[in-house]
């Protein structure tokens, strides 16, 4: 089983938090998860 902690340092994770914040209106939070996920893999194609 996965812990949090690896999931919470992978690209999906803040890709997909990213996108939530943008259907809640949060712009703001939303390039903060973005700009994390592509820290994390900067060379994802998704980034």
């Known amino acids: 089983m996965f ?3 690896v999931n ?3 690209f999906d994770f ?3 938090l990213g ?7 949060d712009y703001k939070g939303s390039i903060k ?3 994390d996920a592509i ?3 900067p060379n ?4």
């Open 8 to 10: 919470a340092e992978s």
């Open 3 to 5: 812990s949090e902690k």
């Open 44 to 47: 994802y194609p998704n980034a």
């Open 19 to 25: 996108l939530k914040k943008v259907e809640l209106g």
């Open 14 to 16: 803040y890709f997909d």
């Open 33 to 35: 998860s973005f700009s």
């Open 39 to 41: 820290n994390v893999d």
